[in-house]
């Protein structure tokens, strides 16, 4: 009897192994299943609360995952797709935050092709976004990185609040076009459909301009989201009553004197307001190096603000520092402290050591 089983278990598992081989064939290697996982244990400080111990999600990185794929279609031409989600690690829940769409890092298809481009049909990550995690050495680290923190969250200091880039790290209902990669330089436009019937005109759009050529990597990013009504994904907080648009633009550099790495930001946000206190005027700088230390690396960031409006202003000095080692080319741990001080504020602050993997 247990020959029996035996039998039949190993004849199901030949089986399955080999529907799995034909379907691998067919599909030539197009489709990855890849992602990452990021949890680390700390503390954090915000102004007017006490200090909190947590084990936390995306210390480093958010944690996502995705499937994505590609199929030639002959004379150089490629069908892609990416459906790619953001989890938190620490609960096991979907999304970066409650609420947040399922596939809210990307969702496209679209058509490649070496000499004509890239095109992108769906929810997709924004050019400005990817502007502003490549040029700092925290890269899109929400929990201890002074560019993200200055760029995509918002600050106040109780009589002024500055909402930073509103509309989302991708937008939905989009179109991006990315030109080939011509001595160095990459062009990318993305559109936004603001899908309001007799509003054709309220929608976002924006773009970037890329350079990596050697030691030198630089890039001028631009987007503005419009508030008459609500585009897709558009979120502007109750507080913001009034708001019509919103105008943003970046400009990054990075060289890598080898010893050193070495990061410069700058930034102008502004967001038109139809109140008696004026539109909302954002400027923001930062500075950061990476020094490759044994299998690591010490990474360093300062960023400066001023947000002010018609009877209003703050000014804001972050700094954060960390260790980033390698075990493996897929596995590092880390430590960094992060100190946040808006003026007429008490400070904030966060300190962890996590584990991230890369599959």
Not at 201 to 223: H, M
Request: glycine share 14%; hydrophobic share 35%; with cysteine.
């Amino acid at each position: 009897m247990q020959n029996n089983r035996w039998q039949l278990a190993t004849a199901v598992a030949v089986g399955i192994l080999g529907c799995g081989s034909s379907f691998y064939a067919h599909a030539q290697s197009s489709v990855t299943l890849y992602g990452q996982a990021d949890s680390y244990i700390g503390t954090n400080r915000t102004p007017g609360a006490g200090r909190s111990y947590v084990l936390g999600s995306g210390g480093m990185q958010t944690p996502y995952w995705g499937i994505k794929g590609t199929e030639d279609l002959g004379g150089g031409m490629k069908a892609i797709f990416d459906l790619n989600a953001f989890y938190r690690i620490d609960t096991g829940k979907g999304g970066s935050y409650d609420g947040e769409p399922f596939f809210a890092r990307n969702a496209f298809v679209g058509m490649e092709h070496a000499n004509y481009g890239t095109i992108r049909l769906g929810r997709n990550t924004t050019p400005y976004f990817i502007s502003t995690i490549l040029f700092n050495p925290f890269i899109d680290s929400y929990t201890f990185g002074p560019a993200i923190n200055h760029t995509y969250l918002p600050a106040s200091n109780g009589t002024l609040y500055d909402p930073g880039v509103i509309g989302d790290t991708g937008w939905v209902n989009s179109i991006v076009y990315s030109t080939p990669t011509v001595g160095g330089f990459t062009v990318n436009l993305s559109y936004a459909m603001g899908e309001q019937p007799g509003a054709a005109g309220k929608n976002k759009w924006g773009g970037n301009v890329t350079y990596f050529g050697g030691a030198l990597a630089a890039t001028v990013a631009f987007q503005q989201v419009k508030f008459n009504t609500v585009p897709g994904d558009v979120v502007a907080p109750a507080s913001l009553v009034g708001f019509q648009k919103q105008n943003a633009v970046q400009a990054g550099v990075s060289y890598d004197f080898t010893v050193v790495k070495a990061y410069a930001q700058a930034q102008y946000i502004k967001s038109d307001v139809s109140s008696a206190s004026g539109d909302i005027r954002h400027i923001n700088g930062l500075l950061g190096v990476s020094v490759p230390i044994g299998a690591g690396s010490v990474l360093l960031s300062y960023g400066y603000d001023h947000t002010k409006n018609d009877v209003a202003s703050f000014r804001r000095n972050t700094v954060a520092i960390g260790y980033d080692y390698n075990l493996s080319k897929r596995t590092d741990i880390y430590a960094a402290f992060y100190y946040d001080k808006l003026s007429d504020q008490s400070h904030a602050d966060a300190a962890g050591v996590g584990l991230r993997h890369k599959f």
